[in-house]
């Protein structure tokens, strides 16, 4: 049996350590960090109710709380972590793209896509959290008044009615804005700032944070789970 202080070194490693951190920068898919990927949940009879990142991932796993699913010749197999490195030792000479990999200090590690918890029967809760990042995922982080793309940081959430006006916060009211568009409306409804809306705001039908994420290929394998999934899985990418 692992002892903690060996599950201690081997997540750190995995995902703490500067020249692991270094590693990983080369080993994530298309060159980005391993740490960036996200990692979906399943619960025992698995259905999807949550995403974690691969740090949180990783510690399941070690502590047998979860077992990878992984996706392989039109079904899927189960690996505990043990079961999971030794695959990963045989495959790490012929990773394919959209993977991600973690150098360890002793070995490197596949990345897992899903995982299952092994105790754990709850049920997402059916419902749509109206937040910032499902609100920027909607509008595919684009100003929905000048049309330009931004990134997350330079991106606000405007009431299409002010508040002051008394605009209220539901998905038909609140749009993604850039800094520079949300100062020039200000406190003016887009008629009388002449702005127009590229878009009218609507609530959506799926979870749009999820259908951003369906559209990367490397999370492809996700679909398997998440098809007819129109609640909100917490978690944060």
């Known amino acids: 049996m692992r002892s903690v202080r060996e599950a201690d070194q081997t997540v750190t490693s995995a995902v703490g350590e500067p020249r692991a951190a270094e590693d990983m920068h080369t080993s994530g898919a298309n060159g980005s960090s391993a740490l960036e990927a996200s990692v979906l949940v399943l619960n025992r009879l698995y259905i999807a109710v949550h995403i974690v990142n691969v740090r949180r991932a990783f510690g399941l796993l070690f502590r047998n709380l979860a077992e ?16 999971w490195r030794e695959v990963s030792q045989l495959r790490a000479g012929a990773k394919q793209p959209n993977e991600d990999w973690i150098r360890a200090v002793n070995f490197e590690i596949q990345v897992p896509r899903v995982i299952r918890l092994l105790r754990y029967d709850r049920l997402p809760k059916q ?24 990134a997350s940081h330079l991106l606000t959430l405007d009431h299409v009615i002010p508040r002051s006006r008394g605009g209220i916060t539901t ?5 993604c804005a850039c800094l520079g568009c ?6 003016r409804t887009p008629a009388e700032a002449k702005m127009r809306l ?16 369906l559209s990367n290929p490397k999370y492809e394998s996700w679909r398997n789970w998440l098809d007819g999934v ?5 978690g944060k990418d």
Do not use: M
């Not at 392989?72 to 197999?77: M, T």
């Not at 129109?230 to 917490?234: D, P, Q, R």
């Open 68 to 83: 990878v699913v992984h996706c392989e010749s039109g079904g899927f197999a189960n690996y505990d972590f043990d079961s």
């Open 127 to 150: 419902n749509l959290h109206l937040n910032r990042r499902n609100v920027l995922a909607r509008d595919d982080h684009v100003c929905q008044y000048c049309g330009r793309r931004f």
């Open 171 to 175: 998905w038909e009211n609140v749009v």
């Open 182 to 187: 949300n100062l020039r409306k200000g406190g």
């Open 198 to 213: 590229i878009r009218r705001p609507t609530k959506p039908k799926r979870n749009p944070w999820l259908v951003l994420k």
């Open 230 to 234: 129109y609640w909100e899985l917490g």
